[in-house]
């Protein structure tokens, strides 16, 4: 079965400063990659997704993430962190068709001034 | 409006009574779905829907039951609440003719069983 490990279960950056978030899946094939955002009493909105094509793809809100087959991993990065940027961000996989997503543990980034 | 809908976004109650969180969307979507959200667990599947006669568990469907009620209504039953119940619910929905199937979410049901 799929499984996702996000390894950071909190992260405390700067404003302003370059933020790197880890996800990586095991699964036998290339899944659909998914980041997720949740902002405090809110539900999960996505950010990003991959499927095929150009490994490194760009989402809402500045985000992007890169996809490396070799290491099994859905990275997603962001520049420069605003302090909006402050929520919970979940990895997601789902096998090739779609379906059923699988969802990391969850990483709580905070952002300080 | 939200597109999905969940109701109610709080409830306190007690062990042993019955709790239905119901959830609506506007999607026009044929698949929804029901995860708990725990801290430092993430979400995991309760129960899906493929469409108003297809009803699927989950990974962790013990305790719960469901009802598709139209396309457009999924409900989550807890038949005796138990306190390890205690949790955010999430509705999700998601198109089948999109390829990768992401979840569109409501905006979860926070429950708490004393």
């Known amino acids: 079965a799929q499984s996702v490990t996000q390894p950071d279960i909190h992260i405390t950056v700067s404003e302003g400063a370059s933020l790197e978030l880890r996800c990586n899946y095991s699964?036998?094939?290339?899944?659909?990659l998914f980041w997720y955002v949740q902002s405090p009493g809110q539900g999960l909105q996505l950010l990003l997704k991959y499927f095929s094509g150009d490994t490194l793809v760009q989402g809402i809100k500045g985000f992007e993430a890169e996809f490396k087959r070799s290491q099994s991993s859905f990275n997603l990065r962001k520049p420069s962190v605003h302090w909006s940027d402050a929520a919970e961000y979940f990895c997601?996989?789902?096998?090739?068709?779609?379906?059923?997503?699988?969802f990391g543990a969850g990483t709580i980034l905070r952002v300080k001034s | 409006d939200a597109d999905v809908t969940q109701t109610p976004r709080n409830r306190i109650t007690k062990t042993g009574k019955r709790i239905m969180l119901e959830c609506s969307q506007t999607k026009g979507h044929d698949r929804m779905y029901w995860y708990r959200q725990d801290p430092g667990l993430g979400l995991q599947l309760i129960y899906y829907s493929f469409d108003v006669k297809d009803i699927n568990k989950g990974e962790i469907s013990d305790g719960y039951s469901v009802s598709r009620q139209a396309q457009a209504k999924f409900s989550l039953s807890l038949e005796s609440a138990i306190p390890n119940q205690t949790a955010l619910y999430f509705c999700?929905?998601?198109?089948?003719?999109?390829?990768?199937?992401?979840?569109?979410f409501g905006e979860g049901s926070r429950l708490t069983v004393l």
């Open positions: 999700a929905t998601s198109d089948p003719r999109t390829p990768t199937g992401e979840l569109f």
């Open positions: 699964y036998g094939a290339t899944p659909y």
């Open positions: 997601a996989v789902a096998p090739t068709g779609g379906n059923k997503l699988v």
